[in-house]
């Protein structure tokens, strides 16, 4: 199979007049792990329900393709596709088997047949047929049955599958363990994963690539590493991670840097690939683990702006150090945390710093589609 | 609810309970009373159920009273759940004033629907009788149909058609293996409701009936009107325990594993 699996072009959906999705454009590749990440209402369930085919494009909405056909209007049943929703959606009038066994029924499997294919999906998923097999979904506890939903799309050894944030419901401990687990299912059958959540760390962890959707539209698409290490917009600097922002006119381009100037008169560098004309207005991103504070007189080799230090948060692995420059921006720093009951950090509230970063970790934003 | 109920609240739950079923109590006893005028109780018998068996009046209502409750109720089980569905799937204009209509039959006195319908076959010329009384009962029934069923639509997973259809199953297919069976209990449940409805109704009935198309609950009314007799007492009963036990089924159903519902 060569090309891409999933192609979206140019796709819009409208309801009641409000775009839901805005002219969108993606391909998938095979055996790929998608994440279409956003917060609510950014469009990225209409998205997903455009290829499962419980929603068709506008008519004049671009197209939906599935390997190399136009599904526009085709119906779920006709495009061989699997689906986890986000509540399981196990039917509670069947048992585990039935449940997964009832794909393969619609397909016409020989009934010998079904009965080992349910046993191995089950298997597939570390639910053991014997116990869990005959039980109704509702004696399942929220863990089984997403497994059990994931087996009741798996069985069908589909080419995609769909998995709408399927984690939600799940505590912090389990659904660790299932992104794993779903990224091992994910590489060891090679079936292509549409993943969507609203959960940035969850698409950081799991993902190949990330499609980053805000208000209807797809606002970055990359690896991880680049949505992470470089947004695009402030949207996506502040959705995923956490960033500190900056902003001032230009007022010089040097060594493939630019000069920028702030408000109040202090000035920074950020690497730039293009140079801007002098006066015009940018604005910065800066990931708080590429900042950091130094005393005043300390040389900090590359940017150093003036501030005193607000705060120290304790976060277990981290910590977060908070000053406010002197026109009353706020900036975080992350620092590993050394061990504060060995090594504490000697910040306290108050003590004047520098806010130092190199010129090469700013991140200049373009301005967002409205 | 911690804590224990205190004794007096308890007191007034019994002397209520009492208040409500008295009454009924006294009936039942007295419909094994041998004693032929009631007044005071004689010893115990069963005469007056095997009497029934020989009134030839009663056993026609009996009669009547079976048909017109089961065509009632297949006919507005259908149409209830029908409409239920149209309710549950379809967003239109005006679909929270069509559901309010639903209310109507229920909370409009009986002997108002009652003349209504009268006037209307009068007007459409119709012949009293038992198609008469059916279509009356039909028309109050398909709102308590509608109103069960549509609760047990409310509580289902709106995924689950979906889940269906993504797992290879045609709209068809899906609404029958996964639709359906989430409903048969919302379904029997309304159709058990229809039916006690349609078996203990005398208002309406009394009014749309015609010449030998009385009900059950007809004849002994006109059987009171002439002489209290303990038959009567056996025959109420009888449909007291037949209307307890299908309201309480119906309970049952409705209880019964209702769906999961959107979590």
């Excluded at chain 1, 504060?340 to 700013?362: H, I, M, N, T, Y």
């Excluded at chain 2, 911690?2 to 079923?21: E, K, N, Q």
């Excluded at chain 2, 909370?107 to 009268?118: A, K, M, R």
Aim: net charge neutral; aromatic share 8%.
């Amino acid at each position: 199979m060569s090309g891409p699996v999933v192609a979206f072009r140019n796709v819009s959906k409208t309801f009641n007049g409000s775009k839901a999705v805005r002219n969108i454009s993606f391909e998938i590749q095979p055996g790929e792990f998608f994440s279409i990440l956003g917060p609510s209402g950014c469009g990225k369930t209409t998205t997903l329900r455009l290829l499962a085919g419980f929603e068709s494009p506008d008519d004049d909405g671009g197209e939906v393709r599935i390997l190399d056909k136009v599904v526009n209007h085709a119906r779920p049943y006709e495009r061989n596709i699997s689906m986890v929703f986000q509540n399981y959606a196990l039917f509670p009038h069947l048992s585990v088997e039935q449940n997964v066994a009832f794909g393969l029924e619609r397909r016409g499997v020989a009934k010998a047949e079904v009965a080992s294919r349910v046993k191995a999906a089950l298997e597939g998923v570390r639910l053991a047929p014997e116990t869990f097999g005959k039980r109704a979904p509702s004696a399942l506890s929220g863990g089984q049955r997403q497994r059990v939903a994931l087996a009741r799309a798996l069985v069908l050894q589909p080419p995609i599958l769909l998995l709408d944030e399927p984690l939600g419901a799940l505590d912090l401990k389990l659904r660790k363990e299932m992104q794993y687990e779903l990224k091992q299912l994910n590489r060891r059958l090679g079936i292509t994963f549409v993943y969507v959540t609203h959960d940035q760390e969850e698409a950081l962890t799991m993902s190949d690539r990330i499609a980053v959707m805000d208000n209807a539209r797809v606002a970055q698409l990359g690896s991880p590493a680049e949505i992470y290490e470089r947004p695009r917009t402030a949207f996506v600097a502040r959705f995923i991670g956490e960033s500190n922002f900056l902003s001032g006119t230009v007022v010089g381009f040097e060594g493939g840097q630019l000069r920028v100037r702030r408000d109040d008169g202090t000035e920074f560098r950020a690497a730039a690939t293009e140079e801007r004309t002098d006066g015009g207005k940018v604005h910065v991103a800066l990931r708080p683990e590429r900042l950091r504070f130094v005393p005043p007189g300390h040389d900090a080799d590359g940017n150093a702006l003036p501030g005193k230090i607000k705060a120290v948060v304790y976060r277990g692995e981290m910590l977060h150090v908070r000053a406010t420059l002197a026109d009353g921006t706020d900036m975080t720093a992350a620092m590993s945390n050394e061990g504060q009951l060995r090594l504490p950090v000697s910040w306290k509230e108050g003590d004047p710093c520098l806010a130092a970063f190199a010129a090469e970790d700013v991140r200049i934003l373009e301005a967002e589609a409205s | 609810m911690a804590g224990r109920t205190p004794r007096w609240l308890l007191a007034i739950a019994g002397a209520v309970y009492v208040f409500l079923h008295a009454p009924l109590l006294v009936l039942v006893a007295f419909s094994f009373n041998s004693s032929k005028y009631g007044a005071s109780w004689e010893g115990f018998t069963l005469e007056w159920y095997g009497r029934l068996l020989e009134r030839a009046d009663i056993m026609a209502a009996l009669k009547v009273s079976l048909i017109v409750g089961l065509g009632s109720t297949a006919i507005s089980t259908l149409m209830g759940t029908m409409l239920a569905l149209g309710l549950a799937r379809h967003r239109f204009s005006g679909r929270t004033f069509v559901e309010s209509l639903l209310y109507v039959p229920i909370v409009t006195p009986e002997i108002v629907c009652g003349i209504s319908l009268l006037i209307l076959f009068a007007w459409m010329k119709l012949q009293l009788g038992i198609s008469t009384i059916i279509i009356a009962h039909v028309a109050f029934n398909i709102s308590y149909v509608t109103i069960v069923v549509r609760a047990r639509l409310e509580g289902m997973d709106k995924n689950l058609e979906e889940a269906a259809m993504i797992l290879g199953a045609n709209e068809f297919v899906a609404f029958w293996k996964v639709t359906v069976p989430q409903l048969w209990p919302g379904i029997i449940s309304g159709a058990l409701l229809a039916f006690t409805m349609s078996f203990d109704d005398f208002v309406i009935t009394s009014l749309v009936s015609g010449p030998g198309s009385s009900t059950l609950p007809i004849v002994v009314y006109t059987m009171v009107r002439k002489n209290i007799e303990p038959s009567i007492n056996a025959i109420s009963t009888i449909i007291l325990v037949v209307t307890s036990v299908m309201i309480y089924a119906a309970d049952r159903l409705e209880r019964r594993d209702a769906p999961q519902g959107a979590r």
